[in-house]
């Protein structure tokens, strides 16, 4: 499996798979005019859509995410779906840890999604893979209202962060004694 930045010539794959799982599917042209706002860094997202290549080439999952407007440093998995055929086998892990790797880059210390109500196997995977369920809130799309569960990773300190943090603590306190005298 091999995992790359989604293209145009993906869409027609990445909406047949999407109407298998969404209730309001996106239309290509939503998928197209996001491409678009990303290359003109317009929209939400800092980051382009990938898919998931399965062994024969065809696109098997895909995913959108990019940084959260509304929270800084946090990364936001706005759709990840994957092929019915090639459900439960790892493909979905493979995207949600391309994600995770990607927080460094982006520095971005979080990572959350938003599960519709009825989707429990998407809750079980974000579990799975060490997401919390922050809460529930009630969401509009369309007439439609539901029900949806909030999920966040935060992303663990690796030991070059934890030095960098513990640094600037010493730092801080050796600033304060120095103040005293």
């Known amino acids: 499996m ?15 798979i999407d109407k298998t799982h969404f209730k309001s599917p996106m239309s290509e042209s939503e998928l197209i005019q996001g491409f ?7 929209g939400n997202a800092a ?3 990938i898919v998931s290549i399965g062994d024969q080439g065809g696109v098997v999952g895909y995913a959108l995410f990019g940084k959260h407007v509304d929270t800084k440093g946090t990364l936001a998995i706005f759709r990840i779906a994957v092929a019915k055929d090639c459900e439960r086998q790892g493909v979905a892990t493979g995207m949600i840890d391309h994600i995770k ?7 971005c210390r979080s990572v959350v999604s938003k599960v519709h109500q009825e989707r429990i196997p998407a809750m079980n995977l ?19 209202s539901f029900e949806v569960y909030d999920f966040c990773y935060s992303v663990p300190l690796d030991d070059l ?10 730092s801080c306190r050796e600033e304060r004694v120095n103040r005293k005298e």
């Open 36 to 42: 678009k706002d990303r290359s003109n860094g317009a």
């Open 101 to 107: 790797s990607k927080t460094k880059v982006m520095k």
């Open 126 to 144: 974000f579990a799975k893979h060490g997401f919390t369920c922050t809460g529930t809130r009630d969401f509009t799309q369309g007439e439609e």
């Open 161 to 170: 962060s934890a030095r960098h943090i513990a640094k600037i603590a010493k």
């Open 47 to 49: 980051a382009s859509p």
């Open 2 to 16: 091999k995992i790359r930045k989604m293209t145009v010539k993906d869409v027609p794959a990445v909406i047949a």
